[in-house]
């Protein structure tokens, strides 16, 4: 008894040692999450729920057509303005051309309208003549008759003459003002039957262009799925071009992280790509206004007995560095850590002012419009110029 009860109290030191270090440590431990927390953590917020993404241009037929040629396939870069798929132009080439004749037949038809209208005008005053003729004839006639120089027949065939000559005024000045209205205030290139032609040739014009479908950005293709010899529907998507240096970073941080976001706050980016050793900078570009489970196909119905609240995500959008994207490209959907730094709060929540200028833009399609409006102007120029050659030399 004596022996176990000498080792009991010789072994509470060691123990009691090891107790105060668990202790200390844990102490420590505290602490530096305290100090961390103050120092840190509150002023950051970070999530590894965040991906990269992007405008995906679809390339997609505006007319129907038999593809002939394909331009570019699967991580081909290619050029705004580069073809990328071709079709068969025949049938947009014989309408084209149909539209062009329709167009010259329409502004020599409206000249000889103008030209009616001269023609009636001076018939009008021939008819004017005529009848100050048969007034003055008819007048001395009368005046005969009173005198007994003439018989009385002779005198109704002067009144008879003078009505038809009255009448056949009456008739071409209604001619020449139901001619009249067709021009009046236009000159035949605003006429409406050539406008109206110029349309059609306008369209003929655009599906013939449309046959050539080109790249209306700069980037890099992705999903094609169209072959030689397929025949497409408008609409149809045939292949999509990327423009990865115009690419952002979807981050989906939980409700509770977004107390203290705002849109400016700069952000530390790194990429499971290149891993640590490839840091982005960025910024707060905005926050979402709803919640994923808000805009998803399904919205969960949270009006039932089994319901179970869990913590819901916002997505932020975050613009990257043009230049570090420059030197180390991403992809579309590549998975992304972002950490944002809180310290600046003096940005909005949500943005104050709309965009005063187009987000996203391609003009390649005005480029063939204005194409088919200098065909246009050259094929009324030409008829119109036919008109002035033979005016000159008649």
């Known amino acids: 008894m004596s022996t176990a009860t000498q080792e009991t109290p010789n072994g509470n030191p060691k123990r009691k040692r090891w107790l105060l270090i668990l202790l200390a440590v844990v102490i420590l431990a505290g602490l530096a999450s305290v100090v961390w927390e103050l120092l840190y953590g509150r002023w950051h917020e970070d999530t590894d729920d965040a991906y990269v993404n992007g405008n995906v241009v679809q390339i997609t037929p505006q007319i129907t057509g038999t593809v002939v040629s394909i331009g570019a396939d699967d991580g081909d870069l290619v050029r705004k303005?580069?073809?990328?798929?071709k079709f068969d132009p025949s049938d947009a080439d014989i309408a084209l051309q149909q539209a062009e004749a329709n167009l010259a037949r329409t502004v020599r038809q409206v000249r000889g309208l103008f030209s009616n209208v001269d023609g009636y005008r001076a018939d009008v005053a021939a008819k004017k003549v005529a009848l100050a003729k048969a007034e003055a004839d008819f007048k001395r006639r009368q005046n005969l008759a009173n005198d007994g120089a003439i018989s009385q027949e002779e005198l109704a065939?002067?009144?008879?003459?003078?009505?038809?000559?009255?009448?056949?005024?009456?008739?071409?000045e209604q001619q020449l003002d139901t001619n009249r209205a067709l021009v009046d205030d236009t000159v035949i290139a605003s006429h409406p039957d050539v406008k109206a032609a110029a349309a059609k040739l306008r369209q003929a014009y655009l599906d013939d262009a449309r046959a050539v479908i080109i790249a209306p950005v700069?980037?890099?293709?992705?999903?094609?799925?169209?072959?030689?010899?397929?025949r497409v529907q408008p609409g149809a998507a045939l292949m999509a071009v990327i423009p990865l240096d115009q690419v952002w970073i979807d981050a989906n941080f939980k409700e509770t992280q977004l107390k203290h976001m705002r849109i400016g706050q700069p952000v530390e980016i790194r990429s499971d790509l290149y891993g640590s050793e490839v840091k982005y900078s960025g910024t707060v570009d905005s926050l979402g206004v709803g919640t994923g489970s808000a805009f998803s196909l399904l919205p969960a119905q949270n009006a039932t007995g089994n319901w179970i609240k869990i913590v819901q995500r916002v997505p932020v959008r975050i613009r990257i560095n043009p230049e570090e994207l420059a030197k180390n490209p991403l992809r579309i959907g590549l998975s992304m850590d972002v950490n944002v730094s809180l310290h600046d709060q003096s940005g909005p929540a949500l943005a104050q002012q709309s965009p005063h200028e187009a987000v996203f833009s391609t003009d390649v399609y005005q480029e063939q419009l204005a194409s088919a409006d200098q065909l246009i102007e050259k094929l009324i120029q030409a008829n119109l110029a036919d008109a002035n050659h033979s005016t000159a030399q008649r």
């Open 157 to 172: 065939h002067a009144r008879d003459a003078l009505d038809t000559a009255r009448s056949s005024l009456t008739s071409s």
């Open 81 to 85: 303005g580069q073809v990328l798929v």
């Open 218 to 230: 700069t980037g890099y293709v992705a999903k094609r799925t169209v072959q030689v010899g397929q």
